[in-house]
């Protein structure tokens, strides 16, 4: 159960093009995608992820967004474990020297989209981070997305949570 919680907490689903999403047809084109950065860390977790895609016969293809800096890219040995994009490391912002690697997702993604024939021919594209398991196909006209309309799921491990930080962040218009 918390596996499934874990995945429900983190899972994101969008839908980028053609028809309504209620009423598709087979073959629909769903594309899933995962960002990970160039260390050892993620490997067990691409592992995990790769093998529950498999088992969970989920539909389309799967990329592994992998965000290196050259040096990191010379000493990694993880390339085979999964079909791979190299995308741009952004941890280092190029002009303020923020150190911020949560960026090379939405950045990954960003890269992929502009980059990637794949891109070119999906109507679906499901976003999942390197830590979850899938237990079933994700299908998304089946989790209510349609055109316009992406789902995402609840974050709610910071409910309650009542300090400057999230008054400043979370500020009701």
């Not at 994101?12 to 160039?38: D, K, M, N």
């Not at 995990?48 to 992998?66: N, V």
């Amino acid at each position: 159960m918390a596996t499934l919680t874990v995945l429900m907490l983190v899972g994101f689903l969008f839908w980028i093009g053609g028809g309504s999403g209620l009423e598709q047809e087979a073959p629909y084109r769903i594309h899933t995608l995962f960002s990970v950065e160039c260390q050892n860390y993620f490997d067990w977790q691409t592992v995990g992820l790769m093998h529950s895609f498999k088992k969970a016969e989920q539909p389309g293809p799967i990329t592994r967004l992998l965000s290196c800096t050259d040096e990191e890219k010379r000493k990694y040995r993880g390339m085979h474990l999964a079909p791979t994009l190299e995308v741009p490391s952004m941890s280092r912002h190029p002009k303020t020297g923020d150190w911020y690697p949560a960026i090379n997702k939405p950045a990954g993604i960003v890269h992929w989209l502009k980059h990637s024939k794949d891109a070119d021919s999906v109507d679906w594209v499901v976003i999942l981070d390197a830590d979850m398991i899938i237990r079933g196909p994700i299908i998304p006209w089946e989790l209510g997305a349609e055109k316009g309309r992406p789902v995402a799921a609840y974050y709610g491990y910071l409910v309650g949570c009542d300090n400057i930080l999230a008054k400043i962040a979370h500020k009701t218009p």
